[in-house]
């Protein structure tokens, strides 16, 4: 059953060249959906992956602190799973960030990624990549080449893949026995909670709590073993699953207490929903506000989240002229739907911003720091969830 709609969008990283923008731009609907039985919240329409992750904007090296994060995750995981000779894969590697941060010289390395542009970026790190999407075929091939791997990591992959039962079955085939299948995916309840709307793009097609997880991992034999939360990206949940069923106790316990929250009731997705529509309001309303009374307000950060934000609530140049992000590939393109260019972090200084909306909110520490001398100067960090920092 579909409980929120955010319009039809074109796809968050569909970032465009200047000659671009007088063309029509594609766009998909975007919704979520309930299943009030299994508790799974997908999207209502699947863009091609093909048309989204072929070529990709993303980088993980652009956050130092998601950098850190992956390479505690890294050395923790094969400590605990990996001997020497063994193999680490991680699916959606991107530019080789986290795997190239494993200081062990005794253990192989994989990684796996559709993104032709970012597998050069992650050769370049040392790490051998294949540029394709995993699939149970492809983790065939490369038990046949390589063996089994003690350590297979995904972080932001499960919610991006529309087949997850085939995703699944590669994982068990891949997975040495004694092996472990460690994930990362945004937490539903974080999500619900803190009304982050704006993690709702194409890309993401599942919106996991863990009841659907630990179903999904048991399907394929994998148990759910542990769960752990983190506070980046907005509330992440790490699992580790390993061969196997069921989950263990204290997987078991997680999953009593969201069904007690009712969890997977459309009564409470309904309520996030009134409160999404009312953020929109709200932000609109303060910007309105800011323009009247003489104040100019920027962006900074050009996440697939802020092309959400900016769409959504129908934040144009008007509202907002610039937008600012430290990645080079995407300084000179233009947001999707409001065109908003692109410019260098350092332009900061120049434009002069009374206001920046936070557009990358989940890095905020790292920004806020960075820029202390725009505060300094008395300028002021808002959220799109009108927080002020
Ligand atoms: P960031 C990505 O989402 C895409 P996005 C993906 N689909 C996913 O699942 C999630 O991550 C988890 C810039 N920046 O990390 C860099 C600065 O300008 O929120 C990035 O363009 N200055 C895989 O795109 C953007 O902000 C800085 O100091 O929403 C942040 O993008 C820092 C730290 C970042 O991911």
Redesign the pocket.
């Known amino acids: 059953m579909e409980f929120l709609s955010l319009g039809s969008m074109p796809p968050?990283?569909a970032l465009l060249r200047p000659n671009e923008l007088n063309k029509d731009e594609p766009r998909y609907p975007l919704s979520l959906r309930l299943c009030e039985s299994c508790g799974m919240v997908q999207l209502g329409h699947v863009v091609p992956p093909q048309l989204l992750f072929r070529s990709y904007l993303?980088f993980t090296s652009?956050?130092?602190?998601?950098a850190d994060h992956f390479a505690d995750l890294m050395s923790d995981c094969a400590r605990e799973f990996v001997r020497p000779g063994g193999l680490i894969v991680e699916i959606g590697s991107n530019d080789g960030t986290a795997l190239s941060s494993i200081d062990r010289r005794d253990v192989r390395l994989l990684g796996i990624d559709p993104a032709r542009n970012i597998a050069v970026m992650a050769a370049a790190r040392g790490v051998p990549t294949v540029s394709e999407f995993f699939s149970d075929p492809l983790a065939q091939e490369v038990v046949r080449v390589a063996g089994q791997a003690s350590l297979v990591v995904a972080c932001?992959v499960l919610?991006?893949v529309d087949d997850l039962d085939d995703l699944c079955r590669g994982v068990k085939t891949l997975l040495a026995p004694g092996g472990a299948f460690v994930f990362e995916v945004?937490y539903l309840v974080d999500l619900l909670d803190r009304l982050e709307y704006d993690?709702v793009y194409h890309?993401?097609l599942s919106y996991f709590a863990v009841r659907p997880l630990a179903t999904l991992l048991s399907r394929h034999g994998l148990r759910l073993e542990r769960v752990e939360f983190f506070p980046v990206?907005g509330g992440t949940l790490r699992g580790t699953a390993v061969h196997g069923g069921g989950v263990s106790g204290a997987v078991g316990e997680l999953i009593a207490g969201e069904q007690r929250r009712g969890l997977s009731t459309l009564r409470m997705m309904n309520g996030v929903a009134q409160g999404v529509q009312q953020l929109r309001l709200n932000l609109r309303e303060r910007l309105t506000e800011l323009r009247a009374s003489g104040k100019k307000v920027i962006g900074?950060?050009?996440?697939?989240?802020?092309t959400v934000v900016l769409n959504y609530c129908g934040i144009g140049i008007d509202l907002m002229p610039v937008v600012?992000?430290?990645?080079p590939a995407?300084q000179g393109l233009h947001v999707p739907g409001t065109h908003q260019p692109i410019l260098p972090?350092s332009a900061l200084v120049d434009q002069r911003p009374d206001v920046v909306l936070l557009l990358?909110w989940?890095?905020a520490e790292?920004?806020v720091q960075?820029e202390a001398a725009f505060r300094e100067r008395g300028g002021r960090f808002l959220t799109p969830h009108l927080r002020e920092l």
Not at 62 to 66: D, L, P, T, V
Not at 300 to 306: F, L
């Open positions: 968050a990283n993303f652009s956050s130092q602190r998601m932001n919610g991006h945004p993690t890309e993401h990206h900074y950060g050009a996440p697939a989240k802020g600012l992000d430290s990645t995407k972090s990358a989940n890095h790292e920004i960075r």
